[in-house]
């Protein structure tokens, strides 16, 4: 099955003082070309100069009244200074699970996975789209699968797209991996990522839209921290 690279992180913040604890909340809603199938739910705590992002989402497709993929992932993803300091996911693929675990531990990256434990380097990050300092990376880990996959990313050609009966001028860059092939949109005035497409299982179009009532700035890894990954339809 082809993964439906798609569920990963935004981080929202505010101006206050990075001494005060801080939580935001904010959504994507997922469609299967036209069909709205599921949403993924964000929730991001900050406090003590660490990032705790909450990542949840549900996807079902339906065929004549039959549940024809069902998809649920959880993680919860522990952020230091631009780099991964734990991972812990569980993902319920049409009934196969997945389960990654991780922590920074003695200059390296230790990772738990069905297929059994590694280590990586130390400064590790996952498919956080919401931070656009993942367009510089090489490698980035599958939270759903614990892969660390080589990445493509290449910026494409700017365009617009309706967001909320709104039409938003977009960046957009191209990310391809094993089994992804991936169009990021970003806010062209506000840098925010804003959208996401793949082409999945029969020349599907697998979409994110963010509902823009639920979440305000967007910050960078760099200065604070935070991140989640990848749903899976093959």
């Not at 990542?55 to 004549?64: G, I, N």
Request: overall charge negative; aromatic content about 8%.
């Amino acid at each position: 099955s082809v993964l439906l690279a798609v569920v990963l992180m935004i981080i929202p913040t505010d101006a206050r003082s990075d001494t005060q604890n801080r939580s935001r909340e904010w959504r994507f809603d997922v469609f299967l070309d036209e069909r709205e199938i599921g949403r993924h739910m964000f929730r991001l705590n900050e406090t003590s100069g660490k990032s705790i992002l909450i990542s949840e989402v549900d996807l079902k497709v339906k065929f004549l009244f039959i549940t024809a993929f069902d998809y649920q992932h959880s993680n919860v993803e522990v952020w230091r200074n631009g780099c991964l300091e734990s991972i812990d996911a569980t993902t319920n693929s049409n009934g196969k699970r997945f389960e990654v675990r991780g922590q920074r531990d003695d200059g390296a990256f230790q990772l738990e996975t069905q297929d059994g434990v590694g280590s990586l380097e130390e400064c590790v990050r996952s498919f956080a789209y919401w931070d656009r300092e993942l367009l510089q990376q090489e490698r980035l880990l599958n939270s759903q699968t614990g892969e660390y996959l080589e990445v493509d990313i290449r910026r494409l050609e700017p365009s617009t797209m309706v967001l909320d009966d709104a039409e938003i001028e977009v960046e957009r860059f191209g990310l391809t991996a094993k089994g992804m092939d991936i169009t990021l949109c970003y806010d062209s005035q506000t840098g925010q990522w804003v959208a996401l497409d793949s082409i999945v299982k029969g020349g599907r179009l697998l979409r994110y839209r963010r509902n823009t009532g639920t979440s305000d700035a967007v910050t960078s890894l760099a200065g604070v921290s935070g991140a989640d990954q990848h749903a899976s339809l093959r």
